[in-house]
């Protein structure tokens, strides 16, 4: 099928509005038409280069402009890399993807950065990296590599964007999401929610995504918030504006409705979430986490936590789903 891509702000507020059991039996049918039912894909996510980014992203504990005390690290070498990759897959994750704090990468960091995507690759892992904005040059060369995708969220609303980041703009980031959809890269890209936005924020945020070619992966990100950032020193006196559960699984859910085929990954904030929203989310739609227990700088809940969930809720890690359909398949 082909997804629509030209809904309207007024179709997406109005989805947000329905009552909530509406919403969650609206998105649990459009997901089971085009995903495997209780299944989720476990994902893990390495900082290969930490700190010391030069943008001023409010929510970012990385960035020069913070003052959280992190210490800017060098570019890892690939085999430490590699290392964590192969710890990742044997822990049951399907997708690997590396981070680096970089408002773009250097041309002289391209050869270590294409020897983990082929190290990786050649693990049979997914591979995926953020490395801030790409020129076409850079795109192509991750192509040739073999990269499978590149996550450049957008983090909010268009026109909430500047109350957010001031080094670029709005129209950058797409810029850099045209480079690697033309180099022929997977598309993973989202946002984060509980920044002190308002609904229409949300509606808006989501609306850029589903009037675009829809990203392949969608991160939907609660705000971490973090002591000597921007967001986290401004929230930290105004505990109203963090959005509830009900109001992520709300999104969680309009986003599974109008992005049917991508994949909707709960990503940062997952570790202070209750075990209920979670399970609400995958209700809604959401069929992709980030595991293990760390989220490049910030903690996350943990093979263990994520193996007990799982078990009370019957969901299998999609990778162990996939090999039982095909055997199925090959025993008929």
């Not at 795109?139 to 980041?165: C, F, M, R, S």
């Not at 903690?299 to 799982?310: H, V």
């Amino acid at each position: 099928m082909e997804a629509r891509t030209d809904w309207t702000r007024a179709e997406i507020a109005a989805l947000f509005d329905l009552p909530f059991n509406d919403l969650l039996f609206e998105a649990q049918t459009v997901h089971r038409a085009h995903h495997p039912r209780n299944a989720v894909q476990l994902s893990t996510l390495l900082s290969i280069k930490t700190g010391g980014c030069v943008e001023d992203c409010g929510y970012c504990n990385q960035s020069v402009h913070a003052e959280t005390g992190l210490k800017a690290t060098k570019l890892m070498d690939p085999r430490a890399v590699l290392q964590a990759a192969a710890q990742a897959k044997d822990a049951g994750s399907s997708r690997f993807c590396m981070g680096a704090a970089w408002r773009s990468p250097k041309d002289r960091d391209m050869p270590a950065i294409i020897e983990m995507v082929k190290g990786v690759r050649q693990m049979g892992l997914e591979t995926c990296m953020t490395l801030g904005m790409l020129n076409e040059g850079q795109a192509k060369q991750l192509a040739d590599a073999g990269l499978d995708y590149y996550n450049h969220n957008i983090d909010t609303a268009p026109e909430n964007y500047a109350n957010v980041i001031t080094t670029r703009t709005f129209e950058d980031r797409i810029e850099t999401l045209e480079n690697v959809r033309g180099a022929g890269i997977n598309v993973c890209s989202g946002g984060i929610v509980g920044m002190g936005e308002k609904r229409e924020d949300r509606v808006g945020f989501l609306h850029a995504l589903a009037t675009m070619p829809h990203p392949e992966s969608v991160p939907i990100n609660a705000l971490v918030p973090v002591k000597g950032t921007v967001l986290g020193d401004m929230l930290a006196d105004t505990p109203l504006a963090k959005i509830d559960e009900i109001e992520f699984v709300r999104t969680v859910a309009v986003a599974r409705i109008v992005m049917p085929l991508s994949m909707v990954r709960l990503s940062a904030g997952r570790e202070s979430m209750s075990e209920a929203c979670q399970a609400l989310c995958f209700m809604a739609g959401a069929n992709s986490i980030f595991t293990g227990d760390r989220l490049l700088t910030t903690a996350n809940a943990g093979d263990d936590k994520d193996a007990a969930l799982f078990a009370k809720l019957g969901v299998v890690p999609m990778q162990a789903a996939v090999e039982v359909a095909v055997e199925m398949e090959a025993a008929e």
